[in-house]
């Protein structure tokens, strides 16, 4: 069950690693089930070296299961704290008043989360598609 480009990247001595980028010396060499690119993951015990992915035992099939840290943690597109807007910054990124928002998050017309604080927190994408219905 070895990725395509898995015998190809197997022999090279000069591969580098997919997460981190640095070359990846044969002792820590392993390949990611999910994107099928070499990672660094330390198999001596007596060589010091900082994996990159991991490899767990696939109970059902008692075969080992390989990920780089990329593939076990994959970028967030949404849902980032990139994506989270506090009510000034909403209103500033789509020219709105800051009021306009925090009334519509008050009756419940645009998704948001208010903070014990009080300050108003929204998702850049619910703020996008309001003001897209506002027109
Ligand atoms: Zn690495
Ligand atoms: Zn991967």
Known sequence: ML???AGTTMTSAKTSCSVCGEFIAVHMHALCNACGLPYHLNQRNDIPGDDCGQVWINEEFLS???ACNTCLAPPVETGSLDDILEAGEAAEAFAL???TLVSAAEAGALRH???ASGVYLFQR???ADFARRRG
Do not use: A, I
């Open 3 to 5: 990725h395509p480009t």
């Open 64 to 66: 080992l299961e390989f």
């Open 97 to 99: 008043p800051q009021s």
């Open 113 to 115: 989360r208010k903070t």
């Open 125 to 127: 994408g619910d703020v």
